[in-house]
């Protein structure tokens, strides 16, 4: 007998297969219709048709409605532990002033780096849960959290610390990101080389603690340079830690193929990624994760080139980049029509990018974005007749019910998430 059972699915996502999805193979997508899932023991225990289940019993059955059924969405970059907001910013983006410019005068994320500081764990726990709850409400069931408003030892651990209890708390799997080397701290201006290896030295405290599985750089300009992010993250992997870049955000320095020489597990932004940069990264196993709400916020009109990416080969991730400054959303959904949109992305490269290569971004690919027998039964039921339908009807929540590890764990129009 089931533990539960999902019946009068019209379409079935399953994302089934090996590996991150690369290049052409985004193009097609793993699709059963009229199908059926069973559940026991939070598992996927069988995929089958409709027809068959006639034959099956279960404890509980779901009906789906004929409508669309895919695993959860994994989001896999995200600034999820943070104090304060940065509204007040707005008037500045709008008369056209550069967010560099922005960083120069006190705000961006030094303006986020002070409220960090001065909040408890506990308030910065629970704002956290809040944007935690809404990016479950919206299908997200895995997500990467980077710390990064700290710039000191204390604070970065404390994001940490707020992330791992999340972890532990929420229903939403919470991966964990030592941003460290996000910005240079206003007390560290004029010795930047000495901050890096204050956060280097920190990163034994961090993995003595398992507080992050990941470590990550700011390369840009006015930030860290080509070489400072190199010398970082190879630091990074001898105390054991898999590594991300944030990567030619905004000028082409070389991110993209820094990421690909030090075997970084992603490579995140790529807005100013040289055709060079491309070319190696779609030779490599590092993932591109593209964060097209942000390039959409700040209003540049310029985005990733996703499609020479795709085209050349690579595997590319969708991720929200939710942030109090660039990218102040939790809605992944609207991420998708963006990429179709500004990327050029089609819908079913668009699904590829927001459940498998999301997952292998924050190395759970062997876990999640895929509905697979004996995995983790992490899937959502949509109020959309079918995979195209969502990133097509902008600006609504399609998600009707989302299930983490067979449990009923955010359900429209039955209040707010249960979190246990």
């Not at 970065?156 to 610390?161: A, D, G, I, S, V």
């Not at 991110?255 to 190696?280: K, M, P, R, W, Y």
Request: charged share 20%; aromatic share 6%; proline share 3%.
């Amino acid at each position: 007998m089931m533990d539960t059972l999902i019946v009068n699915i019209g379409q079935l996502l399953t994302m089934e297969g090996d590996g991150p999805v690369k290049g052409e193979q985004m193009k097609t997508l793993p699709l059963m219709e009229q199908a059926a899932i069973g559940i026991k023991d939070g598992r996927v225990a069988w995929i089958g048709s409709n027809e068959e289940t006639k034959t099956i019993s279960a404890k509980h059955i779901i009906d789906a409605e004929g409508k669309l059924v895919t695993p959860g969405l994994v989001d896999p970059h995200t600034h999820l532990v943070f104090a304060g907001s940065r509204e007040h910013e707005l008037p500045l983006k709008q008369q056209g002033v550069p967010y560099l410019e922005i960083l120069k005068r006190g705000g961006g994320i030094l303006s986020t780096v002070r409220a960090t500081r001065a909040a408890s764990e506990e308030e910065l726990y629970e704002k956290a849960r809040v944007h935690l709850d809404r990016m479950l409400s919206y299908g997200v069931t895995t997500v990467e959290a980077k710390s990064g408003y700290g710039l000191d030892e204390e604070t970065e651990w404390k994001q940490l610390r707020v992330a791992k209890r999340l972890h532990q708390t929420h229903p939403v799997e919470v991966v964990s990101t030592f941003l460290g080397a996000h910005a240079i701290p206003t007390e560290h201006q004029n010795h930047p080389d000495d901050f890096l290896q204050q956060m280097v030295d920190f990163m034994d405290v961090i993995k003595q603690e398992q507080l992050a599985e990941f470590a990550d750089i700011f390369c840009e300009t006015g930030v860290f340079t080509v070489e400072q992010s190199r010398l970082f993250l190879q630091k990074a992997k001898e105390k054991g830690f898999a590594v991300k870049i944030h990567a030619d955000e905004i000028d082409s320095l070389g991110g993209t193929e820094l990421a690909v020489e030090v075997g970084a597990v992603s490579a995140d932004h790529l807005v100013g990624a040289s055709s060079a940069g491309i070319h190696q990264l779609a030779h490599s196993n590092t993932i591109a994760v593209l964060l097209p709400g942000t390039s959409f916020y700040l209003g540049k009109g310029k985005y990733a080139n996703a499609r020479q990416m795709i085209d050349e080969g690579a595997a590319v991730a969708l991720a929200t980049d939710f942030n109090p400054g660039s990218s102040p959303t939790e809605n992944l959904q609207f991420i998708m029509t963006l990429a179709a949109l500004y990327l050029r992305m089609t819908s079913e490269e668009i699904w590829h990018a927001v459940t498998v290569n999301a997952a292998y971004a924050v190395n759970r690919g062997q876990d999640a974005g895929r509905i697979m027998i004996g995995r983790k039964a992490d899937i959502v039921l949509w109020d959309a007749p079918n995979y195209m339908y969502v990133p097509y009807h902008y600006g609504i929540n399609h998600v009707r019910m989302v299930l983490k590890e067979g449990k009923v764990v955010s359900e429209r129009g039955k209040g707010d998430v249960s979190v246990s």
